[in-house]
């Protein structure tokens, strides 16, 4: 989805929560004012005080009419007064004026007070004012239920008004709340999408660059057997040539130095392919090493002996005998490829030394030659595989051996580390966990 | 207090220029589980008694009288009420029965003035109960103005 879209979406989510949110607000605003207004309040009774004002008249009428006590007719006198009073206060005053029926009623009580019984009054002309009091209420009191049935229903339409308002407000902050949830689940889904789209991108460009490497590995492995596989074959071709050609049969001597060129061809062959099927094994995890206390002084002879060197490499050990817990199969073959190295890449006239030695619990063994020596890139990607030195495309050799060298040393726990040597050469160091012996 | 003072004697000299009969008048009448069956009260009674001013709203007149007169408790103290129910008993014969224990929950009052002026018959006196409307939101509410009596004469406990 372009930015545009993002951004159209954000707004409509926004526009939805506030719509949602909104509805509510007004549902909750309308609830309150329903809720409020939910009150009887006394006002509302006008029928019944208008009703009592009606029956305080016909009892004062009455009371004058069966000349009764004047202290009954003063208590009539004054219930009725004090009825049309109640009807002068406020809230019952603006009801009757509201309705259009005040017209008169200020009139009535008035003329009730001129005719005050207490202040001599004529019960004549009191009598007949009640009764046309009587009969006005009684045409007026109709009027008053109608008025206050208006009132209620009209309360009543207010209320279902608001409740209506408040029912669709929540109908509409429903629809919104569904509208949102399903943007949002929608939303999620994208993410989820994108997410397993990015982690399957991401898988296939691992694989992409491993299948590239693997590529590349297997070329340069292509292009090295082309080279060493070709040399001894080569030379073995040769010889095998030099003895079968015709005229002169060769001398013994001869036979036995083409048969001694001959059979180093084949073995640098069976090293080639040992190197490879080992660097295999240790590739897929199939190489187990057997750890146990070893003399390293020891090792190393057997290798310098093994490798039939004596003459050009020398051991330097130390007062004490150094012990490494190690595979001794495995250290052998790690210092017979430092050896071998060492000895191809040196004069032969320089001396290669070879020390076992402590340091930090470690046991170590440099191999010390006085060849040409690394430069810092060849240092760099010395222990990449296949890896060869540009000046030594020539000389024998897999890429493989210092790689395979620096695994086996680490599967013992150890590692294995080059560095230039004070006044030419290379210092190939394999350090091995060790046993400080007392 | 000092605005108390010119009140207070205002509403003594008021209660002494009444006439002597007057104060001996019977205001209320108190009958059933009362002293003796029957207590009578007259403006004199209440004089003795502690009086109150309840400022509150009304469901029949605009905006906030001052109400003066007796603690409803108190007068049902004095006369030894006991009781749950009082039966209220107005000039017209309304009658309506007032729980007990309104007059504990509430400061209502028996009112004899409002905004410093002696309810008459003629207006809704001599005795109005009074409620606190204001400071009680509860007793905004048909249930209680309906407990408004006015034109007081008598109280029944049972």
New interface residues.
């Given amino acids: 989805m372009n930015r545009m879209g993002v951004h159209w979406r954000y707004a409509g989510l926004g526009a939805l929560i506030v719509v949602c949110l909104g509805l509510l607000v007004v549902a909750a605003a309308n609830i309150i004012r329903v809720e409020q207004q939910m009150q009887i309040s006394a006002t509302q009774n006008m029928t019944w005080i208008f009703g009592q004002t009606q029956i305080e008249a016909l009892s004062l009428s009455a009371a004058l009419s069966n000349d009764a006590s004047s202290s009954e007719v003063l208590l009539r006198y004054d219930l009725l007064v004090s009825r049309l009073n109640l009807l002068q206060d406020g809230p019952q005053w603006r009801f009757l004026s509201e309705a259009g029926l005040a017209d008169g009623v200020m009139g009535w009580r008035d003329g009730l007070l001129r005719l005050d019984p207490a202040e001599g009054g004529d019960p004549a002309a009191l009598k007949a004012h009640v009764t046309a009091l009587s009969t006005a209420l009684r045409q007026k009191a109709s009027q008053v239920m109608s008025r206050e049935w208006q009132v209620q229903s009209e309360r009543l339409d207010q209320l279902r008004k608001l409740d209506l308002l408040a029912l669709a407000a929540i109908i509409g902050a429903l629809i919104s709340g569904a509208a949102l949830a399903v943007l949002l689940v929608d939303r999620e889904r994208r993410l989820m999408r994108a997410r397993v789209d990015r982690l399957r991108a991401e898988r296939l460009q691992r694989d992409l660059i491993l299948e590239r490497a693997a590529s590349e590995g297997y070329r340069r492995f292509g292009d090295l057997i082309a080279h060493q596989v070709r040399t001894p074959l080569a030379v073995i071709d040769s010889a095998m040539h030099r003895l079968t050609r015709s005229g002169k049969p060769p001398t013994p001597e001869v036979i036995r130095a083409k048969a001694d060129v001959s059979r180093q061809a084949v073995a640098r062959l069976i090293r080639l392919t040992d190197t490879a099927l080992l660097m295999a094994r240790v590739d897929r995890g199939a190489v187990a090493p057997e750890l146990a206390c070893h003399d390293l002084d020891r090792i190393a002879a057997t290798a310098i002996e093994e490798l039939q060197a004596g003459r050009r490499v020398t051991l330097r050990t130390g007062n004490h005998p150094v012990i490494a817990i190690c595979d001794p199969v495995l250290t052998s073959e790690i210092l017979a490829n430092l050896l071998g190295n060492a000895l191809l890449y040196s004069p032969p006239d320089r001396e290669i030394a070879v020390r076992p030695l402590y340091s930090d619990d470690m046991a170590m063994c440099d191999v010390c030659d006085q060849g040409s020596g690394m430069t810092p890139e060849e240092l760099a990607c010395a222990f990449d595989n296949f890896a060869r030195g540009a000046r030594h495309r020539d000389l024998p050799g897999t890429g493989l051996g210092l790689p395979l060298a620096r695994h086996l040393a680490r599967l013992q726990g150890g590692d294995l580390t080059l560095r230039p040597r004070e006044g030419g050469g290379l210092i190939a160091r394999l350090s091995l966990p060790g046993k400080v012996t007392a | 207090m000092t605005d108390m003072k010119p009140l207070l004697f205002g509403t003594v000299m008021l209660a002494l220029s009444t006439s002597q009969a007057a104060a001996e008048e019977v205001l209320l009448t108190l009958t059933g589980a009362v002293a003796g069956g029957q207590v009578e009260l007259t403006q004199a009674d209440l004089d003795e008694l502690e009086w109150h001013e309840i400022a509150t709203s009304t469901?029949?007149?605009?905006?906030r009288p001052v109400f003066r007169g007796v603690l409803m408790r108190d007068i049902l103290d004095h006369a030894q009420a006991s009781g749950d129910i009082v039966t209220a008993r107005a000039?017209?014969d309304y009658v309506i029965d007032i729980p007990m224990d309104d007059f504990h929950a509430f400061d209502v009052i028996a009112a004899l003035y409002m905004d410093g002026i002696a309810l008459?018959?003629?207006?809704?006196g001599p005795v109005w109960i009074v409620y606190p409307r204001d400071d009680h939101t509860v007793l905004?509410?048909?249930r209680y103005?309906?407990r408004w009596v006015?034109?007081l004469t008598a109280l029944h406990v049972q």
């Fill in positions: 469901t029949v007149t605009d905006g000039l017209n008459t018959p003629r207006d809704k905004a509410d048909i103005d309906m006015w034109q």
